[in-house]
């Protein structure tokens, strides 16, 4: 079981980045999974879901209106687009399916000017 997570970089605020998780060893359309992120010196927390056919996704309240969180089963990836990133968005971003307890290694987003 592997989750391979991808695109971070650094950005200027207001600026856009599009987040990918890339699954493997599982049967990737039956579950929902989680982008988390973790700052420097903060504890790692919850950012967005998405259930398993996509329908159905849930925001942290920071994010809501400027992350969408989607998913591709055909190619067994989830993504993460954020717009309008602001400094604090900054930290390593997770991919995490809950039913396996089974983290990514993890990308690094910076929104400095």
């Known amino acids: 079981v592997r989750l391979a997570e991808s695109g971070g970089g650094l950005v200027q605020p207001g600026g856009s980045l599009r987040l990918s998780c890339a699954a493997s060893g599982f049967a990737f359309s039956t579950y929902g999974l989680s982008w988390y992120r973790q700052a420097p010196g903060k504890e790692r927390e919850w950012v967005a879901g998405?259930?398993?056919?996509?329908?159905?996704?849930n925001y942290a309240a920071s994010v809501a209106g400027r992350f969408t969180i989607s998913r591709d089963n055909a190619k067994n990836t989830v993504y993460l687009q954020m717009n309008s990133l602001k400094p604090e968005d900054t930290a390593v971003y997770y991919c995490?399916?809950?039913?396996?307890?089974?983290w990514g290694q993890g990308t690094q987003v910076t929104v400095s000017s």
């Open positions: 995490y399916w809950g039913w396996g307890r089974v």
């Open positions: 998405i259930s398993n056919s996509g329908a159905g996704t």
